[in-house]
C-alpha cells in the first residue's frame, strides 16, 4: 500500500519497572499509580483526534517504557478508541519479565496481532550490564507463551556494542535470536547518551563502546541473519519476506501518524502551507502534565515544526537511504555515486542508489556526501 494511503497511530507507554542503564527515553519507574488515569486520558485524546477527521488506521504501535506492564484490559482500552482500517498491523513492545499467559492471550483477542520483545542479549553477563531485569530464560518462555496465545508475527529487539560484550557473546546472542524461529529481529548498537547511568559512568573514564567492534558486530548480524533467511530492509532491522513493521516504514516513507501520549510525536501533511509540507508536533514530556492537560480540556502538545517542501524532500531522502528500496538518483552528479560504488558504499538498482552493508556503517557521512553534491532526487 502507498504511503499516502496508510495512517499510524503511535501510543506512548511511560511507565518501566526498571530503568536500563542506556535508557533516555520518557520512562518512569516510580508512576505505576497513574496508570488508570493515564489509560483514561490517552482514550480522551483519541476521541478529540478522531473528532477531528483523521482516516482509520492502518497500524497502530504501542511503544515505551513498557506497554507490556498495562494490564491487559487497559492496554485493549486504549486500542478499541482507534479506529483501524481492515488488516490493521497492532504492535505492542514487551519486556519478557512483564507478560503472561493471560495478558498475552488479552492482546490476542483484544485485535494485538504483532509482539516486539526487548531481548537486547542472550548473555547474562552482558543483561546485567545493561541493567536489564530478565535473563536468557525468560525470552524462550515467554516467546512460546506468545505462540501459545496466537500470535504469529513476533520481533526481538538485539543491541551490541555493550562493554564487556565480545563478539563471541553477540554471535552466541544472533544464534540464540535464530533459534527462536522468529521472522523479524532489530539489532541497535549500543550508544552512550549523556544523562544516562552508562553515560555517567564513561564520563568518569568507564569503557565506552568500541567502534571497530561494532562495526564486527553489524557484518556478522548482517551474514547470520541473511544466512537465516531475513533480509535488512532498513539499517537496523531483518525480516523474513512480508514480515517488515509496516508502522516503522511509515514513518521511513514520511508517512501521517499521530502521537498519542506523554513525549509522543506527531507526523501529519501541512496543506495550509503546501502540498508536500508537513507538520511535526510532539506532546508535553511528563505522564503528569499530559493527564493534567486532556482532562482539563486543553491542548498536549508542547511544540511543533513546520517541514516546508525542501527541507521535508531531503529528510525524506536521509531516511530512504537507511531502507532497502533507497533513494533516486539525480543523473547530473551520477560521479559521486560512481566514485562511492567504487569504494563499496553503495550500490546502483536501475535509478535508485542503495547503501551496501559498508556503507550502512558509515551511513551519515554517505548520505551527506550525496545530499551535499545533489546526488539524489526527492521522487
Given at each position: 500500500?502507498?504511503?499516502?494511503?496508510?495512517?499510524?497511530?503511535?501510543?506512548?507507554?511511560?511507565?518501566?519497572?526498571?530503568?536500563?542503564?542506556?535508557?533516555?527515553?520518557?520512562?518512569?519507574?516510580?508512576?505505576?499509580?497513574?496508570?488508570?488515569?493515564?489509560?483514561?486520558?490517552?482514550?480522551t485524546?483519541?476521541?478529540?483526534?478522531?473528532?477531528?477527521?483523521?482516516?482509520?488506521?492502518?497500524?497502530?504501535?504501542?511503544?515505551?517504557?513498557t506497554?507490556?506492564?498495562?494490564?491487559?484490559?487497559?492496554?485493549?482500552?486504549?486500542?478499541d478508541?482507534?479506529d483501524?482500517?481492515p488488516?490493521?498491523?497492532?504492535?505492542?513492545?514487551?519486556?519478557?519479565?512483564?507478560?503472561?499467559?493471560?495478558?498475552?492471550?488479552?492482546?490476542?483477542?483484544?485485535?494485538?496481532?504483532?509482539?516486539?520483545?526487548?531481548?537486547?542479549?542472550?548473555?547474562?553477563?552482558?543483561?546485567?550490564?545493561?541493567?536489564?531485569?530478565?535473563?536468557?530464560?525468560?525470552?524462550?518462555?515467554?516467546?512460546?507463551?506468545?505462540?501459545?496465545?496466537?500470535?504469529?508475527?513476533?520481533?526481538?529487539d538485539?543491541?551490541?556494542?555493550?562493554?564487556?560484550?565480545?563478539?563471541?557473546?553477540?554471535?552466541?546472542?544472533?544464534?540464540?535470536?535464530?533459534?527462536?524461529?522468529?521472522?523479524?529481529?532489530?539489532?541497535?548498537a549500543?550508544?552512550?547518551?549523556?544523562?544516562?547511568?552508562?553515560?555517567?559512568?564513561?564520563?568518569?573514564?568507564?569503557?565506552?563502546?568500541?567502534?571497530?567492534?561494532?562495526?564486527?558486530?553489524?557484518?556478522?548480524?548482517?551474514?547470520?541473519?541473511?544466512?537465516?533467511?531475513?533480509?535488512?530492509?532498513?539499517?537496523?532491522?531483518?525480516?523474513?519476506?512480508?514480515?517488515?513493521?509496516?508502522?516503522?516504514?511509515?514513518?521511513?516513507?514520511?508517512?501521517?501518524?499521530?502521537?498519542?501520549?506523554?513525549?509522543?510525536?506527531g507526523?501529519?501533511?501541512?496543506?495550509?502551507?503546501?502540498?508536500?509540507?508537513?507538520?511535526?508536533?510532539?506532546?508535553?514530556?511528563?505522564?503528569?502534565?499530559?493527564?493534567?492537560?486532556?482532562?482539563g480540556?486543553?491542548?498536549?502538545?508542547?511544540?511543533?515544526?513546520?517541514?516546508?517542501?525542501?527541507?521535508?524532500?531531503?529528510?525524506?531522502?536521509v531516511?530512504?537511504?537507511?531502507?532497502?528500496?533507497?533513494?533516486?538518483?539525480?543523473?547530473?552528479?551520477?560521479?559521486?555515486?560512481?566514485?562511492?560504488?567504487?569504494?563499496?558504499?553503495?550500490?546502483?538498482?536501475?535509478?535508485?542508489?542503495?547503501?551496501?552493508?559498508?556503507?550502512?556503517?558509515?551511513?551519515?557521512?554517505?548520505?551527506?556526501?550525496?545530499?551535499?553534491?545533489g546526488?539524489?532526487?526527492?521522487?
Amino acid at each position: 500500500m502507498p504511503a499516502d494511503e496508510q495512517f499510524g497511530v503511535y501510543v506512548h507507554i511511560p511507565f518501566c519497572a526498571a530503568r536500563c542503564d542506556y535508557c533516555d527515553f520518557a520512562t518512569w519507574t516510580d508512576r505505576s499509580h497513574l496508570i488508570d488515569s493515564y489509560v483514561d486520558a490517552c482514550i480522551t485524546d483519541l476521541a478529540q483526534h478522531r473528532a477531528q477527521g483523521y482516516p482509520p488506521a492502518t497500524s497502530v504501535f504501542f511503544g515505551g517504557g513498557t506497554p507490556s506492564l498495562l494490564p491487559g484490559d487497559q492496554l485493549v482500552r486504549i486500542l478499541d478508541a482507534i479506529d483501524r482500517a481492515p488488516g490493521a498491523e497492532v504492535s505492542v513492545e514487551c519486556n519478557p519479565d512483564s507478560v503472561d499467559a493471560a495478558k498475552l492471550a488479552a492482546y490476542h483477542r483484544g485485535g494485538v496481532n504483532r509482539l516486539s520483545f526487548g531481548v537486547q542479549s542472550m548473555a547474562a553477563h552482558v543483561l546485567a550490564a545493561l541493567n536489564r531485569t530478565h535473563d536468557p530464560a525468560n525470552v524462550t518462555l515467554a516467546i512460546a507463551l506468545a505462540r501459545e496465545a496466537g500470535f504469529e508475527r513476533i520481533n526481538v529487539d538485539l543491541i551490541y556494542g555493550t562493554p564487556g560484550e565480545t563478539l563471541d557473546d553477540w554471535r552466541a546472542t544472533l544464534e540464540g535470536a535464530i533459534a527462536l524461529d522468529v521472522a523479524h529481529v532489530s539489532a541497535y548498537a549500543l550508544t552512550v547518551e549523556p544523562a544516562t547511568p552508562l553515560g555517567i559512568r564513561v564520563a568518569a573514564g568507564a569503557a565506552a563502546p568500541d567502534d571497530d567492534l561494532q562495526a564486527d558486530a553489524y557484518l556478522l548480524a548482517e551474514s547470520l541473519l541473511g544466512a537465516a533467511g531475513m533480509e535488512w530492509y532498513e539499517v537496523s532491522n531483518w525480516a523474513r519476506p512480508g514480515e517488515e513493521c509496516r508502522h516503522n516504514l511509515l514513518y521511513w516513507s514520511e508517512g501521517e501518524y499521530l502521537g498519542i501520549g506523554c513525549a509522543a510525536h506527531g507526523h501529519t501533511r501541512d496543506p495550509g502551507v503546501a502540498a508536500d509540507a508537513a507538520r511535526r508536533w510532539w506532546n508535553v514530556r511528563t505522564p503528569e502534565r499530559y493527564i493534567a492537560a486532556i482532562t482539563g480540556g486543553t491542548s498536549a502538545v508542547a511544540g511543533e515544526e513546520r517541514l516546508e517542501p525542501r527541507p521535508r524532500a531531503e529528510e525524506a531522502c536521509v531516511l530512504a537511504l537507511r531502507t532497502r528500496r533507497g533513494a533516486p538518483i539525480d543523473e547530473a552528479a551520477a560521479g559521486v555515486v560512481e566514485e562511492l560504488a567504487a569504494a563499496g558504499f553503495v550500490r546502483r538498482v536501475e535509478d535508485r542508489v542503495v547503501l551496501t552493508a559498508h556503507g550502512r556503517l558509515v551511513a551519515s557521512d554517505v548520505t551527506a556526501r550525496l545530499l551535499l553534491a545533489g546526488a539524489v532526487g526527492t521522487r
